[in-house]
């Protein structure tokens, strides 16, 4: 999958999707929200309804898919039953794994770490972090749980919970854009 993409799904958390929008948009990133659904129209798990940039039978239109790059990369947002529900969508998650398997990079924070990337067959040996309470379906997985704000493992970037969405989306415009370019946003926001 070709692309930066913020995945959205009823009961997301609204500050962990659009402030990862915000600091990726800030660096110039070509970031895209895309809804689950038929309808661009999302609702957070605070019922804040949020108009994707496209819905996923767009997003599947307009899409490249194959050998990816580290810096194409598809981002999931927390909040439950948010992150449940993008679990529960096969065909976004059989894309999950075929971007995984073609060197694409995951980022996901608060309880998508564990409920989506869980879903990837081997993850030993990777450092990731989740919301606390979250860590046994990544540990099982092999995974080393760490329990820090924001965990960058290689192709796989993970947030802890809200509280940490402005530090998620820089370290993702830093992977994506180098350093320089995430501490330049970080100073115009005054961090």
Known sequence: MKGVYVFLADGFEVSEALTTVNMLRRGGVNVKTVSIYDDRIVTSSNRIPV??????????????????????????????????????????????????????????????????????????GRKMTCYDGF??????????????????????????GPGWAVDFGLAILAHIKGQETSDKVKAGLML
């Open 51 to 124: 108009v994707a940039d496209m819905a996923f039978g767009e997003f599947r239109a307009s899409t490249t898919f194959g050998v990816c790059l580290p810096t194409d990369v598809m981002i999931f947002p927390g909040g439950m039953p948010g992150s449940a529900n993008l679990a529960a969508f096969g065909k976004l998650m059989d894309i999950m794994q075929d971007h995984h398997a073609n060197g694409g990079t995951l980022a996901a924070i608060c309880a998508a770490p564990s409920v989506v990337l869980s879903l990837i067959p081997d993850l030993t």
């Open 135 to 160: 860590e046994d379906a990544l540990t099982a997985k092999g995974a080393e749980y760490v329990k820090d704000g924001v965990v960058a493992d290689g192709n796989i970037i993970t947030g802890r």
